[in-house]
């Protein structure tokens, strides 16, 4: 299977709560909106709560 280029994304590994993965799943397929898109909400929205910026400089 060949490997597909993201612009802008990176893939990463975790794991979830059962229940909570399993809420994430009814979300994006009752709103058809992928579960990386909703991910990204999430994210933004916990850091926001914690004061933290988005860091824009990913270079290494």
């Not at 612009?7 to 590994?13: A, F, K, L």
């Not at 399993?22 to 926001?48: C, G, V």
């Amino acid at each position: 299977m060949a490997k597909r280029q993201t612009v802008n994304r990176e893939q990463t590994s975790t794991s979830l709560d059962k229940h909570l993965l399993a809420t994430l799943n009814e979300l994006s397929k009752e709103t058809r909106i992928p579960k990386s898109l909703l991910f990204d909400e999430a994210l933004e929205l916990l850091f926001e709560k914690h004061g933290k910026r988005i860091v824009t400089d990913t270079t290494e």
